[in-house]
């Protein structure tokens, strides 16, 4: 018997500017991991893995852990936390909110 599918999210980078993006459940990308399609179902997520993988304006597109929160999916894994709130050398981006300083 084979392990329980964790619930997923699709992320990426967006090719251009770097930021770490996620697939939202109308096919467009978000920058914010709330707004992600939590999946929960293995074979969905492989097939929206290969929707991501095959956009021509992101790279490095892969299933992330997540699970559901009051605004919408979390993520679980410390690294994830960490590339949701954008980069960390310096105040751009998504470190530039409010709620990141």
Known sequence: MGRAFNAKVVTANALLQGDVIYLCANDSWSRDHAQAELIEDEAHAQIRLLF???QGDVVGA??????SGASGPEPV????????????NYLHGKQEADENV
């Open 52 to 54: 991501a993988a095959a």
């Open 62 to 67: 892969m299933l992330a852990d997540a699970r």
């Open 77 to 88: 894994h410390f690294r994830e936390a960490f590339r949701a709130k954008g980069p960390s």
